[in-house]
């Protein structure tokens, strides 16, 4: 009798460290509450927090502006209203009168569905191009289960580059390389911004069940066109 007593003694000490522990590693519901920012929506997009798993939008990226939902090195927006002229049509003039830089595939005149594709894109892809290191934009999301997600990137990438991705305030990811689609042989120089190509799980991410906020950091080299991001339960 002496020595079982002895032996539940020390066992409990074992026991309330495993709850401990199972409690830290559980996911948590860390949405940072003094964020402003708030999920895209417009007459075609009817809002509420982009879907995991599902395809994530980097047009879409959340309302609230310079240094709240992004951070874009001018306040210009390249794409809309400038490349693509405000011409009163919804692609033309996506969130025109915002600094981060958009525009969208185009299949006339081979723009973006030529002959040095990597990967054909969708036709009317809106996408966050332009990109420079140091700019961020925020993406919320709901994610219908805890877990651990991967995702896929459509992108091009003129000389290759970095992104990384946090996750409610925290690096989730490191830096993420991403390969150039730069291709000697395209006689069109500026057709080098429009190679497309897709990155199987770029990333992989922890993710708890609820609303999260997501981070795109572009760290280096810039000269990225980011399209979405398509997350799945990582295998
Ligand atoms: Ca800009
Ligand atoms: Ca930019």
Known sequence: ????????????????ALFTTTAICA???NYPKDYKGTPYHDSRHPGGPQKIPGRVECAYYDLGGEGVAYHDADARNNGSGALNP???TYLNQFRMEEAVDISYTKF????????????????????????EPGEW????VQVAHAGTYSADLLYTSNRGGTISMDVNGKDATGPLPIASTFNASDPIAWRQWHHWNVKPDILSVRLPAGKSVLIVHILTEGNMNLAYFDFKPAR
């Open 1 to 16: 009798m002496k020595r079982t007593a002895v032996r539940t003694r020390s066992f409990l000490p074992a026991l309330l």
């Open 27 to 29: 996911p948590q519901t």
């Open 86 to 88: 405000a011409d009163g």
């Open 108 to 131: 006339h005149d081979q723009i973006d569905n030529n002959p040095y594709n990597l990967v054909q894109p969708p036709e009317n892809q809106l996408y966050v191009g332009w990109t």
């Open 137 to 140: 934009f925020n993406i919320t």
